[in-house]
């Protein structure tokens, strides 16, 4: 069964950094994209960004500029270097991947927040 496992959330101030890990385990097919969501209180789940496995990325227009995500296909692992943080930021992340055509799995989520 795929396993991902998230880290790096915590607390910093406005205009600080943070960078989420996500590893993978047990993936049967082969990652095809991993990605970042995020989901703030009250407010729908959104994409943060995406990889491919072949390196393609995309991100939400809120994020372009200030976050970057990057993968590491032998260790099955994506990372999201978020900097200039802003509160509006301040959510809860979850890791997803795509094992083969069409398994999707979640990470249990980590929280980041962004005081004022």
């Known amino acids: 069964q795929v396993q991902l496992v998230e880290s790096g959330g915590g607390l910093v101030q406005f205009g600080e950094s943070l960078r989420l890990s996500c590893a993978a385990s047990?993936?049967?097919?082969?990652?095809?994209?991993m990605g970042w969501y995020r989901q703030a209180p009250g407010k729908e789940r959104e994409l943060v960004a995406t990889i491919t496995s072949g390196g393609r990325t995309k991100y939400a227009d809120s994020v372009k500029g200030r976050f970057t995500i990057s993968g590491d296909n032998a260790k099955n692992t994506v990372y999201l270097q978020m900097n200039t943080l802003k509160p509006e930021d301040t959510a809860v992340y979850y890791c997803?991947?795509?094992?083969?055509?069409?398994?999707?799995?979640w990470g249990q989520g980590t929280q980041v927040t962004v005081s004022s």
């Open positions: 997803y991947i795509e094992d083969g055509p069409r398994d999707e799995f």
């Open positions: 047990g993936v049967v097919f082969g990652i095809n994209v």
